[in-house]
C-alpha cells in the first residue's frame, strides 16, 4: 500500500492509538531488511572474520523465525563450528536492538541460536548458516550480527574457500512469520576472492611428441593453493636439456596482465631423445625450479599427445566463474587441446545453453583447440545415474528439446523457473539413449561417478563408447573393473567434473572435490573436432589423474579401445611415460589382476627405507571421502627422516610427534596417501599404526566428527623383521578399496619411463572375448589406465 502522511491517516482512521512516527519509520524501510559485510576482497585460502548484520526491515522477525546466510555448496570453506569459542571456525550470533520511539514497546526475544548445515538450503546456495529466534519476537530496525570466524575469543578466524572466484556470493534468506517459508533479503553480498603470491610452478604440454614436430608448452605461477596468479609479470628463467645436454636458455617474463602464464612455442624437437625443460623464478627463491619432461620419439605414429577434460561446468549451473573463463583458462592456462562442457541439465537456461553453443563455435580453432558443448543428464542412481552428453557433431544440439519437442532434460528445475514444481523429462535413462540412437556418431554419452553415481545396470553401446573413472570426485578404477567383468566394450576416461574453475588438471579442494581433477589422452592423428570426435568413439584413449603422464598399448596395428580377432597368444606392448617416477604397472581381464611389475623389487630394496600407504573410500557415492587421523610408532629402530605422498594440498600433512613417532591427517576419496620412511635397525623395529576413520559432517558440531561406522579405528602391528622377509604387507578395511600398506622401498630413482611386453593366452571371457587393460602408478600415486584392447581369440 502506499505510504499515507500522518494527515491522511488521521482523515482515514480518525481516532486512532500507535508510536506516534513508527509507521513513517516502518513505510521507509526495505519490507525484509537488508544485509551488509565487512569484506570485500580477500586472499583464497586465507584466515579472516567475516561479519554480517542483517537489519531487519518492516517485516520484523515473528517469535521463531530463522535467518540463514547461505553460500554454492561447491565452496570448500571450513566447516563452522560452535562448540568451542576458542577454536577455529567458530562462529557466533547475538542481537542488538534499535531504539524505540515514543510510545514503541521493546521487542522480546529472548535468545539467538546459530548452527551450520551443510545442506541447509535449496541447491546451489546450500550450505547455511542458521540463526534461531526464542521466546520472543524481533522489531524493525533491529540488528543481528553473525561473525564467520569469531575472534574475539581468541580463535584464529575462518579459513576460507581455497579457490578464487570473481563473484562469490553470500544469498540471505529470511522467514519473517516464522512459517519456515524463505524469501531472499535484498542483494547478494558479493566478495572478490583472489589468488596470492607465487608459491609454485606448473607446466601443461604433451608428454610425447613426434620428432620435428613444433608443440606448444605452457607455464603457470600458482598460490599456495594452486590458484593460477593474477597481474603478476614475474621474472622467469628457462633451461632446456636433450639427454643431459644443454640446448635452450631463455629469460623472459610472465603475463603481467591476467593470469601468470607464459606461452612456449619454439622449443627444440628436431632431434629424438628425452627433453627436459626447467623453470625457475629468480625473484622468488622460495618457490622451487619446476621440470617437464617431453620424449621426443622419431616413429610416433601422431604428432603429439592431446590431452582433454570432458566435464566442466561454470557458473550456468553450479560452476565457479563464467563459461568464457572456463573455456579460456583450459584453452590458455592449463593447455588443454580439447574441452567439453556439462551443464547439469536440469539447471541450464535455454538462453544459457545457447549462448555456450555460440562460445564454443568462436573459440574452436582446429589445430590449436576444440570444444564441444554438452550437458550432465542428471538421473538419480535408481534411473542410470549421471551421465554427460557430448555433441560431437557439428549441427544444432538437440537440447533442451528434441526436434520433434520433446523435452530431454532429466527434469527441469532451475531457480530461475516460476513455481516449485519438477518436470520430468528423459527419465528414465532409456528416455536418454532414445532421444540420440538416431545419430550415434555424432554423440557420445559417458557414465560417470560424481553427485548421482552411474549404476551399470544399464549400458548401451552405440552411444556410451567412455566411462568417466576419475574426477575431482575421487578415483575410481573399481568402476573400469565392473564393466570388464559385465563384459562391455567400453573405453577408459578422466575429466575434472570441475565446478571451481580450475579445468584440467584442477587443483584439489578441501571438501566433497578432494582430488586433482582428472585428464584423458587422446590418441589422434590431428587436432580437430572430426578426428578427435572418431577417436573418442573409437575408445582410443587412456585416464590420467590429472598429470601430463602417458600410457598406450597395443597387440601388433591394434591399439587401446580396438576390437579385433586374434589366433593364438597375444603379445601386448605397453609404453608408460610419467615425471615422477612409475612404482608399478598392472594388467587386468575381467577376472582382475593378472600380471604385476613391482618396479620397487627391480630396483632393488633398500635395507632402511619403507613407506606406510593408506587410502579408498568410506563408500561409493557422493560424500564418499573417508578422513584419516593416526600416528606410526617406530620402537627399536631410530627414524631417521620421514615425508609424505600423495597429499593433496597442505591441510593433509605429516609431522614427527616425537623421536619415535610420525602423526598424519588426510582425506582420501580412492586416492592413496603415504609417508616415506627411513629406519636404521629396521630387523629389530616393531612397527605400530593406528587412528580414527572419520567422514562427512553434514550437520552438528563439525570438531566431534563423524566416525565411520564399519571401521571407526584402526590398529595394526608388525615387525620389521616381518617386513623385511615379506616387502608388502597389507590389511583391508571396510569401505571401497580401503586398506594399510607398509612396503619396501628402493634407494634407487624410480624410472619416469616403463616399457615391454606381456603375452596373454588365447582363453575368452563368458561374454566372448578378452578384455585386457594396464594400470600404472607412479610413487606419489599419480595413475593412469589405459583402454582395454578387446580381443577375440579365434
Not at 277 to 282: F, G, H, K, R
Not at 629 to 654: L, M, P, W, Y
Amino acid at each position: 500500500m502506499k505510504k499515507m502522511t500522518n494527515a491522511e491517516l488521521q482523515t482515514k482512521l480518525g481516532d486512532y492509538t500507535a508510536p506516534p512516527s513508527l509507521y513513517q519509520i516502518t513505510k521507509d524501510m526495505p519490507f525484509l531488511g537488508k544485509v551488509s559485510c565487512n569484506i570485500e576482497q580477500m586472499e583464497a585460502g586465507s584466515w579472516q572474520e567475516i561479519i554480517i548484520d542483517y537489519e531487519l526491515g518492516a517485516s520484523g522477525m515473528a517469535d521463531g523465525s530463522w535467518f540463514k546466510a547461505t553460500f554454492r555448496f561447491y565452496s570448500d570453506w571450513a566447516l563452522f563450528q560452535t562448540a568451542d569459542p576458542a577454536g577455529a571456525n567458530y562462529i557466533s550470533a547475538e542481537y542488538h536492538a534499535a531504539p524505540t520511539v515514543p510510545g514503541q514497546s521493546p521487542a522480546t526475544v529472548q535468545k539467538l541460536s546459530v548452527r551450520f548445515d551443510q545442506k541447509g538450503h535449496e541447491r546451489p546456495f546450500q550450505k547455511a548458516v542458521i540463526v534461531d529466534t526464542y521466546d520472543g519476537y524481533l522489531k524493525a530496525g533491529d540488528h543481528i550480527i553473525i561473525r564467520l570466524g569469531d575472534r574475539r575469543f581468541g580463535g584464529a578466524g575462518t579459513r576460507v574457500q581455497t579457490f578464487v572466484e570473481e563473484f562469490f556470493r553470500i544469498r540471505c534468506y529470511v522467514d519473517p512469520l516464522g512459517t519456515s517459508r524463505f524469501a531472499s533479503i535484498g542483494e547478494d553480498l558479493v566478495i572478490d576472492i583472489k589468488a596470492g603470491a607465487p608459491a609454485q610452478l606448473m607446466w601443461g604440454g604433451s608428454r610425447i611428441v613426434r620428432a620435428g614436430e613444433k608443440f606448444p608448452l605452457r607455464l603457470r605461477s600458482e598460490d599456495q593453493w594452486g590458484n593460477t596468479c593474477w597481474n603478476r609479470g614475474d621474472r622467469v628463467s628457462i633451461k632446456a636439456t636433450l639427454d643431459g645436454k644443454p640446448v635452450y636458455d631463455k629469460e623472459t617474463r610472465l603475463s603481467e596482465k591476467g593470469w601468470a602464464v607464459l606461452l612456449l612455442e619454439d622449443l627444440p624437437s628436431k632431434n629424438a631423445g628425452e627433453l627436459i625443460v626447467t623453470a625457475s623464478l629468480p625473484e622468488h627463491p622460495s618457490v622451487k625450479a619446476q621440470s617437464f619432461y617431453v620424449t621426443i620419439d622419431q616413429t610416433l605414429a601422431m604428432p603429439r599427445i592431446y590431452y582433454c577434460d570432458l566435464h566442466v561446468h561454470s557458473e550456468d549451473t553450479i560452476g565457479t566463474n563464467s563459461t568464457t573463463y572456463n573455456l579460456t583458462y583450459g584453452r590458455d592456462v592449463t593447455g588443454l587441446d580439447i574441452l567439453a562442457f556439462a551443464h547439469n541439465d536440469f539447471n541450464i537456461t535455454t538462453e544459457k545453453w545457447k549462448k555456450t553453443v555460440e562460445l564454443i563455435r568462436e573459440i574452436t580453432k582446429d589445430g590449436s583447440f576444440v570444444a564441444y558443448p554438452g550437458t550432465e543428464w542428471c538421473g538419480s542412481s535408481c534411473a542410470g545415474g549421471d551421465h554427460n552428453v557430448v555433441f560431437l557433431h557439428d549441427d544444432e544440439p538437440e537440447f533442451p528439446y528434441l526436434k520433434t519437442g520433446e523435452h530431454v532434460r532429466s527434469v527441469e528445475w532451475n531457480e530461475e523457473m516460476k513455481g516449485g514444481g519438477v518436470e520430468p523429462g528423459a527419465w528414465p535413462l532409456e528416455e536418454l539413449w532414445a532421444a540420440y540412437a538416431h545419430d550415434p556418431e555424432g554423440h557420445l554419452l559417458i557414465p560417470h561417478v560424481g553427485g548421482r553415481r552411474c549404476i551399470l545396470d544399464w549400458h548401451y553401446p552405440k552411444l556410451e563408447r567412455l566411462i568417466e573413472i576419475g574426477s575431482s570426485w575421487g578415483h575410481f578404477g573399481w568402476l573400469y573393473q565392473e564393466a570388464m567383468v559385465r563384459g562391455y566394450k567400453i573405453g577408459a576416461s578422466m575429466a575434472g567434473d570441475e565446478h571451481r574453475g580450475r579445468c584440467g588438471g584442477g587443483v584439489p579442494g578441501t571438501a566433497v572435490f578432494g582430488t586433482k581433477g582428472g585428464m584423458s589422452g587422446v590418441i589422434a592423428p590431428e587436432l580437430s573436432r572430426k578426428a578427435i570426435a572418431k577417436a573418442l568413439r573409437a575408445r582410443h584413449t587412456f585416464a590420467s589423474t590429472g598429470e601430463r603422464s602417458y600410457g598406450l598399448i597395443r597387440v601388433g596395428e591394434h591399439i587401446m579401445g580396438d576390437e579385433f580377432e586374434h589366433q593364438g597368444p597375444a603379445t601386448i606392448d605397453y609404453r608408460f611415460l610419467g615425471d615422477v617416477g612409475w612404482d608399478e604397472i598392472v594388467a587386468f581381464d575381467h577376472t582382475g589382476e593378472i600380471w604385476r611389475r613391482d618396479l620397487q623389487q627391480e630396483l632393488g630394496y633398500s635395507d632402511r627405507k619403507i613407506r606406510f600407504r593408506w587410502g579408498g573410500a568410506r563408500v561409493k557415492d557422493r560424500y564418499r571421502w573417508a578422513a584419516w587421523k593416526g600416528k606410526v610408532t617406530i620402537t627399536n629402530a631410530v627414524i631417521n627422516d620421514f615425508a609424505g605422498r600423495g597429499f593433496e594440498h597442505i591441510e593433509e600433512t605429516c609431522w614427527r610427534e616425537s623421536a619415535t613417532t610420525v602423526g598424519f591427517r588426510s582425506d582420501t576419496y580412492g586416492d592413496v596417501d603415504a609417508i616415506e620412511l627411513d629406519v636404521s635397525h629396521l630387523a629389530t623395529a616393531r612397527i605400530r599404526v593406528e587412528g580414527t576413520i572419520d567422514g562427512y559432517v553434514k550437520v552438528g558440531d563439525p570438531l566431534k566428527g563423524n566416525p565411520f561406522v564399519h571401521c571407526p579405528t584402526f590398529a595394526w602391528e608388525i615387525t620389521g623383521a616381518e617386513l623385511l622377509e615379506a616387502a608388502r604387507m597389507r590389511r583391508d578395511l571396510p569401505g571401497v578399496e580401503m586398506f594399510l600398506a607398509f612396503e619396501r622401498m628402493s634407494d634407487a630413482p624410480a624410472p619416469r619411463e616403463v616399457s615391454g611386453t606381456l603375452d596373454i593366452d588365447p582363453h575368452n571371457g563368458p561374454h566372448g572375448h578378452r578384455p585386457v587393460y594396464l594400470f600404472g602408478r607412479q610413487i606419489d600415486d599419480a595413475k593412469v589406465w589405459t583402454s582395454a584392447l578387446f580381443p577375440t581369440f579365434t
